[in-house]
């Protein structure tokens, strides 16, 4: 079971890294960082480095994973999966108050892990169509065997 759980959750890292990932150019030409390793194990490092991560892809993908430590904006999240809704009802279902729900959708949408709609003077949230943001709910669903307990109402 936990060998099932680590194993979604590496798919879901090597998704991640692959969704961030970007080139950096300065003056034309691609940057590419040098990595020399005092070392030589035996266990192709070379080829291990080329595909290390930047500090800025994890510091991004580590951001998610913050918003994910918290286990409100965990459920917050869960129920956005499934359904669209307003923060009064987001705030009853988590039996919260609507401005401590705000903090929550804000940091959630500031990660890109939700998005949000005006309808008058009612602002709708749910999860984002992002490749990210479906990887984290299976990720959920899987670590907690919990099932969606419909599909996503739009």
């Not at 390793?37 to 266990?43: A, E, K, M, T, W």
């Not at 307003?86 to 949408?109: D, G, Q, R, W, Y």
Request: aromatic share 6%; with cysteine.
């Amino acid at each position: 079971m936990i060998d099932k759980q680590l194993n979604v959750c590496l798919n879901v890292l090597v998704s991640i890294k692959r969704l961030f990932n970007c080139s950096y150019e300065k003056e034309g030409g691609t940057i590419m960082e040098m990595h020399v390793l005092p070392h030589d194990h035996g266990q192709n490092e070379g080829k291990i480095l080329e595909k290390l991560p930047t500090v800025e892809e994890c510091r991004m993908v580590a951001e998610i994973f913050k918003q994910l430590s918290d286990g409100t904006r965990l459920r917050i999240l869960w129920f956005l999966c499934h359904c669209e809704e307003c923060v009064s009802n987001i705030a009853a279902a988590m039996e919260m108050s609507n401005p401590a729900i705000s903090h929550h959708l804000k940091t959630l949408k500031n990660t890109g892990l939700i998005v949000s709609r005006r309808d008058g003077k009612e602002i709708y949230y749910m999860l984002a169509d992002t490749q990210v943001a479906e990887h984290i709910h299976r990720i959920c669903e899987e670590i907690f065997q919990i099932t969606c307990p419909l599909e996503r109402v739009l």
